[in-house]
């Protein structure tokens, strides 16, 4: 049977450790499993459905042996995760444990930024007068900036209205984050409720929208104009009275 040697990396994406696999033409589904299998072990990073798909006959459907081949793994010390739409080996929830290492932690978002973080998750895309319409306070200046530094959220575009203002969105970086595959999976009042994170006797008619992203603008949004740099961050700005000094 002819063999023909390729290499899984891709010319557009981030090449995966040096790695390679024999691909038959005619190989069965076993085959096809070992050849995901190999790829996710060797991916430096998370990858979607067309990069297992470059490496598989036509007409291969990856989805259902992905979950194939995950549905193998649930009770293994590494699983097999989708994670914002992509796929990985991570190790499994229950012996994490065993391989968390005590590190400095550099920056701890202070509770108005996680309070920030949670609005724009929830309520994307969303302004920054209405973080603070929502919050009930003004946002301090750098607040916005620390989550657009760190990455788990990005400028999205411009409200229709006057003023223009910037709407917010997350990323896939806040997804891989908090081990979600899409917003949608934020936990609801229920969920909250029951770890204890919302009072459960709460005011009548609270309720928390259901999470919703896109790339794609909404009719009310318009794209960025190039002019949306963000300013510098809260501990680089000159204090009162060192303006001039």
Do not use: C
Not at 57 to 86: F, M, S
Not at 132 to 146: H, N, P, Q, Y
Not at 155 to 174: A, C, K, L, N, S
Request: aromatic share 4%.
């Amino acid at each position: 049977m002819p063999q023909s040697s390729v290499m899984i990396a891709d010319d557009d994406e981030q090449p995966l450790a040096s790695a390679s696999v024999t691909r038959h033409p005619s190989a069965g589904r076993s085959q096809h499993l070992r050849i995901l299998e190999a790829m996710l072990f060797a991916a430096e990073t998370p990858l979607d459905v067309s990069q297992f798909q470059k490496h598989l006959p036509e007409g291969t459907d990856v989805e259902v042996l992905l979950r194939d081949l995950q549905a193998n793994y649930v009770n293994r010390g590494v699983n097999i995760v989708q994670v914002a739409g992509k796929w990985s080996i991570r190790t499994a929830e229950d012996l994490s444990f065993l391989l968390r290492r005590e590190a400095v932690e550099k920056r701890k978002l202070s509770k108005a930024a996680l309070e920030t973080l949670a609005i724009i998750a929830y309520h994307q895309p969303v302004t920054r007068a209405e973080i603070e319409d929502i919050r009930g306070v003004a946002i301090s200046k750098g607040t916005l900036d620390i989550l657009l530094e760190v990455g788990w959220a990005r400028m999205r575009g411009r409200r229709r209205v006057p003023g223009r203002p910037v709407t917010y969105g997350t990323t896939e970086d806040f997804l891989l984050h908090f081990g979600l595959n899409e917003v949608n999976d934020l936990p609801g009042v229920q969920e909250l409720k029951n770890a204890g994170l919302l009072d459960v006797n709460m005011p009548p008619g609270f309720e928390i929208p259901a999470p919703k992203d896109s790339s794609a603008l909404a009719p009310d949004e318009e794209p960025l104009d190039g002019t949306e740099a963000p300013p510098p961050l809260e501990k680089d700005l000159p204090e009162e009275g060192e303006e001039n000094s």
